[in-house]
């Protein structure tokens, strides 16, 4: 399976960007899916993840009612609707695919992923 992650951007704080995970090679339903990030100097952690029926998510504190995961079967994508967005949450971006299907935390349960996209958050 490949991934193509977008729309990441440069944004002021408080304001909003929504990413998207694009795959192609294998029907995305078959696959969680997992957004991770990596700051500046900072090891790569855990954002959001979502099961491949959407029946369960994660959230890591630091982004827990400002982010949302959801996905489109249909259109191979999942989204993160990322709002009130804060100078801390400036990192690449990755997403990731999970074969087994159910929410994971760890990166090691995901052996696929794609490339990163820049989020920058800067007044």
């Known amino acids: 399976v490949q991934l193509q992650a977008s729309g990441g951007g440069s944004v002021q704080p408080g304001g909003s960007l929504r990413l998207s995970c694009a795959a192609s090679?294998?029907?995305?339903?078959?696959?969680?899916i997992g957004w991770f990030r990596q700051a500046p100097g900072k090891e790569r952690e855990g954002v959001s993840c979502i099961s491949r029926s959407a029946d369960d998510t994660y959230y890591t504190d630091s982004v827990k009612g400002r982010f949302t995961i959801s996905r489109d079967n249909a259109k191979s994508t999942v989204y993160l609707q990322m709002n009130s967005l804060k100078p801390e949450d400036t990192a690449v971006y990755y997403c990731a695919a999970n074969p087994r299907g159910y929410v994971a935390t760890s990166q090691s349960g995901y052996p696929y992923w794609g490339q990163g996209t820049q989020v920058t958050v800067s007044s």
């Open positions: 090679g294998m029907p995305l339903d078959h696959y969680a």
